[in-house]
């Protein structure tokens, strides 16, 4: 808010230097004008205007939708006399906006009031936004990075902790590092552990998610010592050429920039210099030109992607085929700068029977069949949804006719609609003939679903429905069904992760899915293939971003950057800017902080769009591809035009004019050479069609054709897969108990995560953390109370703990300290704390092995001591839920070694626990880990069975899920 209060005098004074100048120019203008009836017009008006502008210069913005109005009728006026020249830079029409210096400075003093309010508005936000996550416990991505530097500036006992624990930070990647990270790096650093870190500024490409070459520069002067890596061991010489000389031509600094510091400049310096020898017998870059076509007709935007479509498939063919050095498809990536459009491109490699997967794409919640999972959903969760209930009904889950629909939901004589009521009551659906038993059935069915609903997971509610209604049998007849199995497979993981979140119902999965269909997030399909198989990569450059691929295919060359023309912006320095409109909100008005903003922020778009380039160049190790798409041919006839777009970048590379001359003849190919060495081979795009390419290019033919043996073999892979039963179960005593305790306990705990009861929750585990770790930091023989405190302050826990909490956690621990600290003084010896081990037991299919930490392992009189803390108050039942866990300890030291369990809350109580049944605890640790790795290895819910027989022993066993296991009349 201070931005717009240091901003106000600002405005006036230039919005009164452009009144006073603008009031000037016309004073002399109409003074020399001759006398038409038009100037005589605007004469006669001009004592108006003269007054307006003068209450304007003053700063009078009290009411801007009429003063818009009256620049408005002035700029009317001044073009029927015929005197707009005269005033052109300060006050003009550009299309339908006002333009010029008056009218943005005087948008800028009216932009002031409503950038305050939106700047409260944010603000109270942003509080609200904290104060909920810091209720709910959570952090965003952003938090983590902002907390971290929050925690080091504001607590240096802590950044002294990290610092002691760390001998040296070695950074990659540096130039993708922001201002607050860096911050975070440096705090880490220091005193006294040195910084090295590894960065290319040409490769910066993370400006909007904050990265900086600023801060990588500053960073490099900072630090000093440089050592320069000039040789490149990824790519062959051909490319590396190539890459050199488009370098040298797009990393420069613009005449007009207004902030230089914002671009990479190439230095000849550090060429690259390939380490790789030459391949003679392999061509190096490739430029596919689309211009021929273009030149012959003018194709849409639409038409020219399913052009650059269908040509990228006939390249990868053609490279796949090849008699001399056939292409992998693993080995091909073809690289996009954004993937919004990439289901063109999917589907034409899908015709061509091109394995390919898309690396995070987008598309999964505009599916049918995920809309008609979430439709069905929807009805269990609200049966007075009537859309839901019809498209449910109507999706292959009931496949109900139209005809019968509109019966069922607009009955013969029925004034309103009936779909929901008649669902709810218990009709028998007679006037439906042959339809009213099946429709009886799915009441019935649906009816089932709701009942589960408060008991059962939303993956179980799905995979229940899926069974009985045999969907994904029905999905497998249709077009890509084994995709569609897929997709509905996904959103049941989708489902499973979403519930892992504290307060998360089916209806709020209905609501997030139904709004991430509107939204359009990126959300790829399910995967049919994997990564790692023999397939063709679809990704953004960024997502290459440190990867290399034998060949890149480059598409999309001649996509032009879009301009930011957002209405309302934060500014790092001047905060909030937003234009201000006129016309009841429909016309935003020019403003000239706004445009200044604008014309900052497409500045750094192109600087780091010319690093972009050098990044998806420089990811190809033998072979770069590089598909223009659509391109201006005015550009390459003329030099007219954006030189900013990629393709006109590698015209220009080449040379326009043999450029122009291979695509005004008619040969295939020709080999261009690139300016400081290199050459570049070039294709016509017809090489790579079926089909002439005089053909209008309109929308493909459906086409029909029984499954093929690929098909086949997804179905099968999609429908029978089962993991193979694991050869070894990993995992903790304290989740083995779980398991031998109660399976289904188990699969919610550690399985899917999912919140639990009255256990404690979040406070308890911070506070056990927090003991934990100071017991674990000070020196158990010699510590004292400040020591304590010390170490306490140190704790990150201690951050977010009530003061209350504190105190009694300090107390409690201090107590604890003095009473080992006398049984060190009575001979208790200390061999180790926090202590790893890993314990394989006996030999058996599969194998099982527990891997966890001991709090403390002793000696006292000759023998090993076990112990393990526990902040809570000492109980019976707590001393039984514990002693699996103390067994597989003792177990894994030395069968005869004692166990002890040290209760620490409202000081230490200690519990020993008796004589170890070794025999009998390793057979039962066995077993269970045999059963918990066959239950795992299904992954089914149904392999997690309730063990405990009624919902009064869970509750006794404290047990968080009651709730979700039982019905409220067995409680
Ligand atoms: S409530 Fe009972 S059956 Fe359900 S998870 Fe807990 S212990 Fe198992």
Known sequence: MEHQEALAPVATAALREAAERIAARLRSALGAARDTPTVARLRAAWPPYEAMLEEIGRGGAAAPVLETGRLEDLCRLLGAARLTGTVRDDLAYDGPRLRGVLAEEYGFLAALAPARRL??????????????????????????????????????????????????????EFQDTDAVQAEVIERLASPGVPLFVVGDEKQSIYGFRGADVTVFRRAWERLGGALPLGRNFRSQPAILDFVNGLAAGTMRVPATSPDPGRWTVFDPEQRLVADRSAEATRPGVSLVTFAREHARRSLSAAEARELEARVLAGVITALHERREHPVRFGDIAVLFRALDQVKAYEYALRRSAIPHYVVKGRGFFQCQEVRDVASLLATIADARDGVALAAVLRSPFFAIDDATLARLAWPAGAARPALTRRFGSDESFADLGDAGPRLVAIRDLLRRLRALRSRATIAELITDALAATDFEAVCLTQF??????????????????????????????????????????????AQLVGEQDDVVRLMTIHQAKGLEFPVVVLVDLGRRLERDNDTAVIDEELGVLVAPVAGAGLHPQSQAQLEAYRVRAWDRTRAEHARLLYVACTRARDELVLLEGKGNNRYLQSGEGDRYVWCHQVWHLLGREPLAAFVAGDAGETVLPVPDGGEVRVTAAARYLE??????????????????????????????????????????????????????????????????????????????????????????????????DGELAARPETLVLRSGELARLASDLRAAAAGIGAEI??????????????????????????????DVLARRGGRLLVRDYKYAQPSHAAVVAHADQLAAYRLAIAPDAAGELVFLRGGPAVRALPPLDVEGQVEALVDAGVALGAAMASGEPSAFPKRPPSAVVCARLGCGYVRRCWKPADH
């Open 119 to 172: 700047t409260e508005l944010l603000v109270a936000l942003g509080a609200a936004l904290r104060e909920r996550k810091r209720v709910d416990g959570v952090l965003a991505f952003d938090d983590l990075i902002a907390e971290a530097r929050a925690l080091l500036a504001d607590h240096p006992a802590v950044g002294a902790r990290c610092a002691r624990e760390l001998r040296a930070i070695l950074v990659d």
């Open 480 to 525: 890509q069904g084994p995709q569609k199995v897929a997709n509905v497979r996904k959103l049941i993981e989708l489902a499973r992760g979403a519930e892992r979140r504290r307060f998360f119902t089916l209806r709020d999965f209905v609501a997030l899915v139904h709004d991430l269909g509107e939204r359009e997030p990126r959300e790829p399909e």
């Open 691 to 788: 089909r002439p390419t005089t053909e209008p290019v309109g929308a493909p033919a459906p086409v029909e054709a029984p499954a093929t043996d690929v098909e086949r073999g997804f179905v099968a892979r999609v429908l029978a897969f089962a993991p193979p039963p694991p050869s070894e179960v990993v995992t903790s005593p304290t989740a083995l108990a779980d398991f031998r305790r109660c399976p289904r306990q188990f699969w919610y705990r550690h399985v899917i995560a999912l919140p639990e009861r009255g256990t404690g929750g979040l406070r308890a585990t911070l506070l056990g953390t927090a003991a934990h770790g100071v017991l674990e930091a000070v020196d158990l023989g010699t510590t004292g109370d400040a020591d304590i």
């Open 825 to 854: 003084g009575a001979g208790l010896e200390i061999l180790g704390r926090e202590v790893p081990f890993v314990l394989p037991l006996p030999r058996h299919q599969p194998r099982v092995f527990l891997q966890g930490r001991i």
